[in-house]
């Protein structure tokens, strides 16, 4: 199968301080990806790599099989707090991939109309960001990252300004989403739970820098639910990814870091 | 219903303010060339209103909406020049922070030696007063745009004219209308003290010459109907806001959270 994503022996770092070595990550087309790890590791940093804000030290990132220097506009991305423009309304946030794609605006809109209520909006369309829930905030969001056109989305920790309930909600909605468009999805996260729910591989990023991540495969079938939490598989990878984190916390804290970038021990 | 509330508030408030005041005069017997009492004030408003009306207020006007106006074109472009260009902005941000703690009044003299004694020298002093808070605020809000939807255009392939247009300009609008806000009322102000120090002509050369005269309830006239031109000119700007700003003006009651 051709890998949609691919970093081999990527390596960067700010300053003296490396973040990747020699890191290699195969993403398969339409696979849902979970990475999970400590806060401060530079979760963000791989993301800004893939989306093309950053550029690799060594190695390369191919899409699609090929080498791409340009990636921006390549890669959908949805950030971490939704980052809707507040000054406009739901179908213009949503239209704005495309507006900056040079589609005309009148067309981009309804393009973004005639999506809008598979998504829940329809009676919110000339609704500002400030009116809406967060969810609905999130859907909009999420919306406009598929408007980029590409099949590869980012999540960065898309439900984590989210109370417990709306997350839950959200967590099975963007399965179903998942399903329907065929997207080849990475979603960062700091809560396990969510990282092994929703992916297929679930990567545990680890070190500093960080070398060899490790992978844990997620066999559970699909369509899941949010009680497949309750099951003995879903458990025992829970553990494991859990063990994982532990690890790291206590081999990062023996060897006294530098303060201000200790390597973070907290987990969702 | 809050806003009725409120207005009903303000009138009560103003209405006893001016009773206190035509109170005071009365039982103090103050004189009147010390302080007038309020419907002295508004019988010589009346008196006077063809001179007043019909003259010095177009003159104030005129000098305060050329050199808000003026101020404004301007404002904007060194803003946006110091924006698109690094050079640019090195060379000419410090003169601003330090004009800004200038006393902009002890200039005022050496404005209307430069510009003169008719027209052009009061615009220039209402441009000096009310230039800087536009620039200022028009670009602090052109940098202080969110770095989390800068970096979502960016990920998009925005090029710098979208980024421009679509970010900057827009997030930078509250920054600009509260800089207007403050300029609004400094260009009545900057007229003003432009006819004091030379004119025949407006309101602040009214309010001078009766002063001199001691004809306080004249003067008074003068004062009030230049915070008016102030507050008209401050409600003016917020009207224009709320238009440009529509997502601000409704606030439906739906949503939850967040």
Known sequence: MLDKLAFSGVRFSYGDQPILQHFDLRVGKGEFISLIGPSGIGKSTLFQLIAGLLQPQAGTITVDGTPVANRLGMVGYMPQRDALFPWRNVVDNAALPLEIQGVPKKQAQADVRAQLSRYGLADWADAYPGELSGGMRQRVSFLRALLFGTDIMLLDEPFSSLDGITRMEMQEWLMAMWQQTGSTMLMITHDIDE????ADRVIVLTGRPIEKPVELAVSLERPRTTAFRNRTEFLTLREQVWELLRQNAATQARPMQRPGRSGGMRNG | MDRWNRSVWFGISIALFLIVWEAVCRLLHVPPFILPPPSAVVVSLWDLRAVLLGLHLWVTLKEVLLGLGVSILFGILLAFAMNMSRLVERLVYPYIVISQTIPIIALSPVFILWFGYDLTGKIAITILFTFFPIVVNTYDGLRSTDPEMLQLLRTMGANRWQIFSKLQLPSSLPHFFSGLKVAATYSVAGATIGEWLGSSEGLGYFGRRASGNFQAPALFASVLL????????????GQVEKRLAPHKRTKRQTSKGQ
């Open chain 1, 195 to 198: 990282a092994i729910l929703l």
């Open chain 2, 226 to 237: 230049l915070s008016v031109l102030g507050m008209l000119l401050f409600w003016l700007v």
